[in-house]
């Protein structure tokens, strides 16, 4: 049994349930943004259209894209191509990769020599911005170092060289 001086819990829970809906309901979607999101998303959700008939069908492409003349295709292609060949980026030639432990890191010093991964005699990599693009051999010119490119990489070359590390 129940003390009647004691409020009743299940009446203090109904009736704080009936104000949180009663809120919500008064508040409308301005406190929830997902809701207004859904609701606006569902507002503006058309059924998809009938596909137009056959007959009238046509290229945007004419109405959108000018065709260029015959002579100025050469010509416009080139002004492109120079657009972007100042642009500048970053080559890096790759002798090999080495993989050490903190512990290892810290005790290198002066005259330490860290084992890498390429062998002797193997082609480099060469990246442009971080991107494998070719590979090649040292060679050394009077007092500076080059590379020589042997070999070109094809983008399907690219694509078995990253899934491999």
């Not at 001086?5 to 508040?27: M, R």
């Not at 416009?76 to 191509?81: F, G, M, P, V, Y």
Request: glycine share 8%.
């Amino acid at each position: 049994m129940t003390d009647p001086s004691q409020p009743d819990i299940n009446d203090d829970w109904a009736a704080a349930f009936a104000e949180q809906d009663q809120g919500a309901a008064a508040a409308g979607a301005d406190d929830d943004p997902w809701a207004a999101a859904l609701a606006e998303q569902q507002a503006t959700v058309e059924p998809p259209a009938a596909p137009a008939p056959a007959a009238s069908a046509r290229s945007a492409g004419e109405d959108v894209f000018r065709p260029l003349a015959q002579g100025s295709a050469g010509t416009a292609q080139a002004r492109d191509l120079e657009m972007i060949l100042d642009i500048p980026v970053h080559l890096t030639v790759e002798l090999g990769r080495a993989r050490i432990t903190i512990k290892q890191l810290l005790e290198l010093a002066q005259g330490s020599v860290v084992e890498l991964e390429g062998l002797a005699g193997e082609p480099m990599d060469i990246l442009i911005n971080g991107y494998l693009i070719a590979q090649g051999e040292v060679v050394v010119i009077e007092d500076r170092y080059g590379i020589r490119i042997t070999e070109i990489i094809t983008p399907s070359e690219r694509v078995q060289k990253l899934n491999q590390r």
